[in-house]
Every structure is written in structure tokens, then in C-alpha cells.
């Protein structure tokens, strides 16, 4: 319950005289304990003080080694300390600390005497002691009871103030003014009543101590979701613990804004970078009065993702990096925060901010009402965590809005909500009209990354004598283009299960034949362990088949109700199963569900939950189709998703999908109508796009009769259809069969199998072939495709030429954008045919040339690139000896009139000093550069963001090549570095 007015008054009182009087005793101590005045000024902030004490001090300080300085004092002390120039703001807690190291003449750190009671180091202990102990205070205190406090305060005052006298020989008369105001200011407390301004000081003395407590009471409850196990279920090994730092896979985000919903790709290492910038924001909704204060807006960013997009390791991601010393977080401004809350959805129980702020304080804050008020004053982060899923009974829906409501009035509170793509706008409708708001989503890991995280996690499997790091590379280098491989999940039980066979992963492995292969490995784990308990030879695999029948029914009825979790009943339901099977549930429930800790009223309570909503969709879809193929009475997919209208059947795209990929799969008997059926549900979520199309068919390892399902629902006559490394194989079974389309072809890996792509009735518009664009050679060049390809239509083209094959672009008339690859030996020849073709090129203007430096001779490049358009100059594989040789290539091959629109160096580390002496170099060899148009990527001197320079390193240099006319020097993404196309 909260605490009576009564109890209030008293408290505050208490709490106000040890504030104030309490305060400005151990001020004057410290002022004459350390500088011997108790009027002067200091003049300079303490640390600066502490930093310039003389070898003869006696200050503990002055005899601290370099590495206990450093640890002296935290991070929040100095924000402090530095804000106060004149020592006087200092909380009693603050001034205890710096009394023990800057006054002379007082006993050691670790000395007893700070905690005896006849000692002046003892009395000022007790201050803050009986200062934290009025803070902790619960009961409610009666008349008598202040009455006695008051007298035990004055008394340890005065006794404080007359042993101080002592110590520093201070004069009666610097006494005397100092003890009668102290005494008038507890006279005044006792007899007054609390005003305002009174309650307001009290409020401000425990926001201090709020703050701590809570940092102190957050720090040990997150570190305990940094740790995981998401594969229990696959390895059955409690010990396997994954931190979420060794997870993590660089993901990236775009933000989405402006009247045409334009998208801009943000760097996740600036997730809160955006909300500094208010001039660039969307507006907040109008409003009457905007209740915030100074007429700022809170800030709120909602990130939608997929199923498996990687959200809560996004957020977890977060949280590992607030409690990380400032100087090693990799998230810019998050260490600005005082405090990062968490709140996952599915398994909150909370209806109010009240409430669940008070199942995670101690608890003499717990109960009051004015924690929510503490906290909010605070500089607080918000990571709400699935605002689509919630628990059976849950209230995490009040919670939100309740967290919205409450946040709209403290514009130094930041909120980072994610949710599924289609819950987003439902959300959005109910936010309140005063917030800053960002919409994001999240983009997929790399293929690239997707290896090294798969590779990664193999290594730090135990050695079983079977490791073939190699064949798990090419595999990877096979699947990992593959869409659904960007979830992490799905990544770490490839890594299991080819450590723990390397057949169960094959080159054709698809989204659903992953998780039959998760399944049957489940239950060949679960048949070995069950031997152990039986007395005879029998395999039970009957026995789980039969009971995965329960357990898909179970997961399908938690995914129609947006719960992973199980409630009370499914376990129930499930367990009574495994009994009358003669199983033991225990070993049943670990070998398919997690066992995972959720915060209720009264403590944790330990539930069974599906690993990840993926499995769930799969268990869902794997139920639908054996009753499909299996019950004549239960054909119709519709009813056993209980005829979901729209806005629900889209949330069941994945599930769908699985339907899909299940009902195609080879083992599975024949089903033409439950085929077209699945095909018609999925067309009714708004799968109208031929790209999203081209991604099933690869689900359905393109059969045939789903492929002609299909083509009837690809009938816009406008339509771009975009081929990638996930789509190649479906792309050439269905683009023979449709009409007429815009094709780009956008392919990324080395193995790409790029023949059969092209079909004359369609109209190829964009070809890039990025591999072969960022790894020229002599022999993997591009000439055969583009020579293949109808280049009538073509507007960009990607790759790496030989001379021949850049003669051929001169019959592409519709051509805007050329990016083209060089290497040694045909350097000269392609930059010669560059020069004659442009005239019969009338739509080129941008021409980006990228050059491997190291694999180049300057004299290979003497031609100077044609005026008239944007030319950029791409320079990879640069370091610090290279810097002479990147000036003369970029000199030599600059457009005579116009100059470079942007020069990129990919690939490269340069510190501030490397930079500088590019940048002179550059303008001595004459370079120019077009100066970047505000918050646009191209234009400028462009360098990985990986660079090891500081953000004022990186603004310095910035002036000095726009001093230079180099434009500007920014840092961009390595994804990000290639200017825009179009």
C-alpha cells in the first residue's frame, strides 16, 4: 500500500533536515578539510582539485595508485562533480565519498576509524548512514517517534560540527554563523508545515537515491537475459548457455519517413543517433497543449520484422551494451540513459508502470506512489519487446498504453517498440499525439555474416572428431543467401546438427525440409534417451508420433491466440498424453519446448515454451497437413484455422508457408486441391507482388503444381520482378511461363548459376553482378550474360567487362547507370571504350569505376573519363603506403571540367593521421570533388565507418577537405558506400 500522509510528513522532514542541514555540514567539512576555507570559492571543479594535489598532501587521493584514481570516483560522480563547479550541489552520499579522498588530515580509505562513532570520520559516516536509513524507512512513524529523531539529528550535528572545530582549528567565530543556521533550518522544518518548494527539495533528494537503487536493481536482474539456451530442445544441454554478445549478428535498419515513405538506411550502431536530431523528425500530431516539457516531444521508434527478423536479439542487444563500461559500448548515446527498462509482452503480468515497477524494486520504493514519478524524471530508455504477443490472460496491453500515457509528459523518455509488420499501424492509431515517432524495420543479416556467425558457433561446439569446418563454409556459402537463414535461430541448429551429422544439411535444404530435419533429430534424440527407461527393445517412435498429433494441436492453438507460451492447461493436456503413452513427460517436454522463467505477481514461475515462433508456425503447419493427408473430414485449411478474417490470416503468412513447403515436400503423398487451397490463402494475406511469390515457390522446392497455382495470381501488366541469389531457381521455372515483365537481375554470390535466366520476352532493365563488380579478374568477367541479355531495354549495368564486352554496352540506348570493375590487364582497354562509347550513350549519368588498387598498375590508367556525367571513383584495398598511388590513379582518370562526385575507399582502416595525409595528398595531385548534398550519402571523400577515427576526428577532417574542395569526408556503412543508382 502506499504510504499515508502522515507518514509522509514526518518522513519528509527527516528526509528534508538531513538533506539540507546534514548537506551543509559536510560541506563546510570538506571545504575546510580540503581548500581550509569555508567562503571561497573553489574555482575549479573537484576532479580538477583532486587531479592537482601536491606531492605533501595527505589527501588519500594524492596516495592512490593511477589504477585506483581511476576506479575512485564512477561515471555518474563526474557528471556530477563537473556540473558543480562550486561544490555545493553535492548529495550527503557524494560528499561522504569525496571527503575520504580530498580533505587532509583524515584517516585512510580502509581505515576503522570511518566507523567510529568518537571519530570525525565516524560521524560523517553516520550522517550518511542515518541519511539512508530515513530513504529505507517503511513503518509509519508516530509523533514521539520524529520527536526523537529530530533530537538524535541535532545531537549528531552538533557533535559532528564541535569534533570538526578540532580537527581543523576553525575559529568560533567561522562557527558560531554556520551552527545558527543549521539550527534555524531545523527549527524551521519542525514547526512549518511542508510547502510546495519543501516537498520539491525532498523529491529532488530522492530522485538521487531512486536512481541508484534502481541502476543497482536493474544491473542484477539484466544480467540474467543476456545468457540463453534457444537449442536446449536440440542438444538437451543445460550447460549450453549462449551470451547474447557471442549472437549477435550486425543487423541494420531502415528508417521509413516523409510524404512518400522514403527509405533511408540506418547503421544499428545509431538507432538513437536519429532522435538527437529533432529538425529532421516527423512532427508530432497537433495537439491543444502539449503537456511535455519546453515543448519537446518524447520520442518513440517502433521497428517491425518478420517472425525471426531478429528483434528481441536486437533489444537484448541493447541492454548488453547499456550495463558495458561507456568506453566499450558500441551504440552511440546509449550510455546518455540513466536507466533501460525491458518489458517483453508474452510474459508480462503487469496492468500498470506502477506495478511493474514494483516487482522489480526494493522495497522501500516499491510501495510508494511516487516511484512511477522518480523513474520518469530519470533519462529512461523503454525496450518494449513483441507489442503483437502476449501471454493467456496477460495484461501487457494496459501496460503499454498505460507506459504511453504516462512518458507523453517527459520528453527525455525514449520508447523501442517491435512488432510484426502488420500490427504496426494498429499500434500506431492508439500512440498519443505528443510523441516524436520513427518508423523502422529491419533488414537481413548478410550472407556473409550469416557464415562467419554458423562457423563461429561450429567452433565452439565440443570436438567430436568429425569437424569439417570446410564443407560447413561451402554449404553455407550455398544456403546462407537463402532469406530464411537470417534468422538466428535457424543458424545455430545448422551448426548443431551438422556437428552432429554433417548429412542432415544438404546444397537444396529449404526453410521447411530445415525444420523436418529439426524434428526427426528431436525424436531420434528422444527414442535414445527413452531406452534408458525401458525394459524392453521397443523404438516408441510410433508412441511420439502419435504425441506430436497433441503437440502440433497445442502449438496451433497458441499461435491463432499470439501465445508461444503454454498455458497452464496445454501443459496439463500434454502431460495426461504422456501418461497414458506410459511416457515420461519430463523427457518429452525438453526434448520439443523450452523451459523458460516468467516474472509473475509473486516471483517466477518456471513454463514449457515452443523455442521461437518459427517452430511454432512449423508444428502448427506440419498438424494442418497431416490432417489433411490423413482424414478425409479435415480437407479444408480455411476451418481449421477457424476461418481467420484478413487482418488475422496475414499474421499467418509464415505458418502458411510451412503448409506449403510441407504439402510439397517429397515424402508428403500428393494433395492438388489442399496445394491450390494454400495458395489461395496465401494470395489472400497481400501476397499480390511476383518477388514475394518467387520466395514460396523456393519454399516449395518449385513444384510443379504449386508453380502453375501461382501464375494465375501474377497478372499485373507493370510489374518488376527482381531475381537474387534466394530466388534463382524459381525465377527460371517461372519466368518461362508468364507474360511479359521488367526484369532486374541483382546477384551477389560467386556460384551463382546465372545461365537460364534470360528469356527474350521479357524486358531486362538492370543486370548487376556484384561479386564480379568487387572481385575482378582475368577470366570472371560478366561478357557471356550481358551478351545473352537483350540490351535494348537495359538502364544498369554491374559487373566487370573485358574490352569486348564493354563494346557491347554502346547498344544499350536506354542506359543510365554504369558500374564497372577493372583490373590489370584489360585496364586501359575498357577505359578507352569507355571514352569512345559515351557519345552513343545519350541517358548515361552516373558512371561509378571501381579499382583494386594493389592489383593495378598506375600506368593502366591514363585516361581521362569522359565529362558530362557523375563519375565516382571507388578505390578498394587502400592502406597508408598506398596513399601516393590512390592520388596519381585519381588524378590521372579525373574528368577534365567537372571533377569526382564522390571518391569511396571500401575495405580500408585509417586512423585521423592516414586520412589527413590522404586528403593533402589528394589536393596536391589537383583532385576535385563535389560537395554532398545535406543528408544524402553521395558526394564527398567516403570512408568505412569501421574507420578508427572519433566523431571530432571525423568533423575535423570533414572542414579540412571542404578547405581543400574534396567535398566533405563522412563515414558510411560498407553496405551504404555505393552511391545511389538512380
Known amino acids: 500500500m502506499a504510504a499515508t500522509p502522515t507518514f509522509c510528513i514526518y518522513r519528509f522532514k527527516l ?41 605533501t598532501s595527505s589527501a588519500n587521493y594524492a596516495r592512490m595508485t593511477r589504477r585506483q584514481k581511476n576506479y575512485a570516483l564512477t ?26 579522498l580530498a580533505c587532509e588530515n ?292 494496459e501496460l503499454v498504453v498505460d507506459i504511453l500515457n504516462k512518458v507523453k509528459y517527459f520528453p527525455n523518455c525514449t520508447l523501442i517498440c517491435t512488432t510484426r509488420p502488420e500490427m504496426r499501424d494498429d499500434f500506431l492509431a492508439k500512440v498519443p499525439g505528443y510523441y516524436q515517432v520513427w518508423n523502422m524495420e529491419i533488414k537481413s543479416v548478410s550472407p556473409e555474416q550469416r557464415t562467419q556467425f554458423v562457423l563461429k558457433h561450429y567452433a565452439s561446439l565440443p570436438d567430436n572428431g568429425n569437424k569439417d569446418p570446410e564443407k560447413l563454409k561451402y554449404l553455407m556459402d550455398c544456403l546462407g543467401w537463402n532469406d530464411f537463414f537470417s534468422l538466428p535461430l535457424n543458424l545455430l541448429c545448422v551448426a548443431i546438427l551438422f556437428h552432429m551429422n554433417p548429412n542432415n544439411i544438404k546444397v537444396t535444404t529449404t526453410q521447411t525440409s530445415l525444420h523436418v530435419t529439426i524434428q526427426d533429430w528431436c525424436i531420434q534424440k528422444l527414442q535414445a534417451r527413452l531406452s534408458d527407461h525401458s525394459k524392453d527393445n521397443r523404438t516408441h517412435e510410433e508412441d511420439i508420433r502419435e504425441l506430436l498429433k497433441d503437440m502440433e494441436d497445442v502449438a496451433l492453438r497458441g499461435l491463432l491466440q499470439d501465445q508461444i507460451t503454454l498455458s497452464k492447461e496445454d501443459e496439463r493436456y500434454l502431460w495426461n498424453s504422456f501418461r497414458n503413452k506410459g511416457l515420461p513427460s519430463s523427457e518429452v517436454f525438453s526434448a520439443f519446448f523450452n523451459l523458460i522463467d516468467i516474472r509473475e505477481r509473486w516471483g517466477y514461475q518456471s513454463r514449457y515454451s515452443v523455442p521461437h515462433e518459427s517452430i511454432q508456425n512449423f508444428y502448427s503447419a506440419s498438424g494442418i497437413v497431416n490432417k489433411v493427408v490423413n482424414d478425409s473430414h479435415s480437407r479444408n485449411i480455411r476451418h481449421m484455422l477457424h ?180 583490373c590489370d590487364q584489360n585496364a586501359q582497354g575498357v577505359l578507352s571504350v569507355i571514352r569512345a562509347i559515351h557519345p552513343s550513350l545519350p541517358r548515361l549519368s552516373s558512371l561509378v569505376l571501381h579499382i583494386p588498387i594493389p592489383a593495378v598498375r598506375t600506368d593502366r590508367c591514363t585516361m581521362r573519363l569522359p565529362d558530362g556525367l557523375q563519375v565516382s571513383l571507388v578505390l578498394s584495398g587502400m592502406n597508408k603506403k598506398l596513399l601516393e598511388k590512390a592520388a596519381r590513379i585519381a588524378q590521372a582518370l579525373q574528368p577534365t571540367m567537372e571533377g569526382w562526385r564522390a571518391i569511396m575507399f571500401p575495405g580500408s582502416s585509417m586512423t585521423a593521421d592516414v586520412l589527413q595525409c590522404l586528403l593533402e595528398k589528394l589536393a596536391t595531385a589537383g583532385v576535385k570533388v563535389w560537395s554532398s548534398v545535406e543528408g544524402t550519402l553521395d558526394g564527398g571523400i567516403l570512408v568505412p565507418e569501421t574507420s578508427p577515427i572519433t566523431e571530432e576526428e571525423e568533423r575535423n577532417l570533414s572542414s579540412l577537405a571542404k578547405t581543400m574542395s574534396l567535398g566533405c569526408l563522412s563515414r558510411k556503412s560498407e553496405d551504404l558506400m555505393e552511391v545511389e543508382s538512380l
Open 643 to 822: 476461418n481467420p478474417p484478413p487482418c488475422q490470416l496475414r499474421k499467418l503468412r509464415n505458418l502458411l508457408r510451412h503448409v506449403a513447403g510441407l504439402l510439397c515436400h517429397p515424402q508428403t503423398p500428393l494433395c492438388t486441391a489442399a496445394i491450390q487451397e494454400v495458395v489461395d490463402l496465401l494470395a489472400e494475406t497481400g501476397m499480390k507482388d511476383c518477388n514475394d511469390w518467387l520466395s514460396v515457390l523456393e519454399d516449395t522446392e518449385v513444384n510443379r503444381i504449386a508453380l502453375a497455382c501461382v501464375v494465375k495470381y501474377i497478372t499485373r501488366d507493370k510489374e518488376v520482378v527482381k531475381v537474387t541469389d534466394n530466388t534463382i531457381n524459381s525465377a527460371k521455372a517461372l519466368l518461362p511461363i508468364i507474360s511479359s515483365k521488367e526484369v532486374w537481375i541483382d546477384l551477389c554470390r560467386k556460384e551463382s548459376d546465372m545461365q537460364g535466366l534470360i528469356f527474350e520476352h521479357h524486358q531486362y532493365t538492370e543486370l548487376s553482378l556484384n561479386h564480379q563488380y568487387k572481385h575482378p579478374d582475368q577470366v570472371n568477367h560478366c561478357d557471356s550474360l550481358l551478351c545473352a541479355t537483350p540490351r535494348c531495354c537495359l538502364r544498369v549495368f554491374k559487373g566487370h567487362l573485358s574490352t569486348a564486352g564493354t563494346q557491347l554496352l554502346q547498344e544499350c540506348q536506354d542506359l543510365k547507370v554504369l558500374h564497372l570493375a577493372v
Open 106 to 397: 583524515v584517516a585512510g580509505i580502509d581505515d576503522p576509524e570511518w566507523h567510529n562513532p568518537n571519530m570525525l570520520e565516524g560521524l560523517v559516516t553516520r550522517i550518511r548512514d542515518e541519511r539512508n536509513a530515513i530513504f529505507r524507512e517503511v513503518r509509519v512513524f508516530s509523533e514521539a517517534e520524529y520527536e526523537m529523531r529530530v533530537r538524535e539529528l541535532e545531537n549528531l550535528f552538533d557533535e559532528t560540527l564541535n569534533t570538526a572545530k578540532i580537527r581543523y582549528q576553525i575559529p568560533d567565530a567561522d562557527m558560531i554563523p554556520v551552527k545558527d543556521k543549521i539550527q534555524h533550518g531545523i527549527d524551521t522544518f519542525r514547526k512549518n508545515q511542508l510547502g510546495k518548494e519543501l516537498v520539491m527539495m525532498s523529491l529532488n533528494s530522492m530522485q538521487q537515491e531512486f536512481m541508484r537503487v534502481c541502476q543497482n536493481k536493474l544491473k542484477s536482474i539484466h544480467n540474467n537475459l543476456l545468457t540463453f539456451d534457444p537449442v536446449s530442445f536440440l542438444t538437451y544441454s543445460p550447460q549450453h548457455q549462449i551470451h547474447i554478445q557471442d549472437i549477435f549478428c550486425r543487423m541494420d535498419l531502415v528508417k521509413i519517413g516523409g510524404w512518400f515513405q522514403e527509405k533511408q538506411d540506418i547503421n544499428i550502431y545509431d538507432i538513437l543517433t536519429v532522435t538527437r536530431h529533432t529538425e529532421q523528425n516527423p512532427q508530432p500530431s497537433t495537439s491543444s497543449s502539449t503537456p511535455s516539457m519546453y515543448g519537446k516531444s518524447p520520442q518513440l521508434i517502433v521497428i517491425k520484422g518478420f517472425t525471426g527478423s531478429g528483434k528481441t536479439t536486437l533489444l537484448t542487444y541493447l541492454l548488453s551494451e547499456w550495463l558495458k563500461d561507456p568506453d566499450d559500448c558500441t551504440i552511440r548515446h546509449l550510455h546518455e540513459y540513466d536507466i533501460v527498462l525491458r518489458i517483453l509482452c508474452r510474459e508480462n503480468d503487469s496492468p500498470s508502470l506502477q506495478d511493474f515497477l514494483r516487482q522489480i524494486m526494493s522495497n522501500y520504493f516499491a510501495e510508494m506512489e511516487e516511484s512511477v514519478i522518480f523513474l520518469l524524471r530519470c533519462k529512461v530508455l523503454f525496450l518494449i519487446d513483441g507489442l503483437d504477443v502476449s501471454l493467456p490472460g496477460s495484461r501487457s496491453k
Open 15 to 55: 528526509i528534508l533536515m538531513i538533506e539540507n542541514a546534514g548537506k551543509d555540514i559536510l560541506t563546510f567539512i570538506l571545504k575546510r578539510g580540503a581548500m581550509n576555507s569555508p567562503t571561497t570559492p573553489p574555482g575549479i571543479c573537484l576532479n580538477q582539485y583532486l587531479d592537482q594535489l601536491p606531492a
Open 75 to 100: 561515471h555518474t560522480d563526474l557528471q556530477h562533480i563537473e556540473s558543480s563547479p562550486m561544490w555545493d550541489t553535492f548529495d550527503v552520499t557524494l560528499l561522504h565519498k569525496v571527503i575520504r
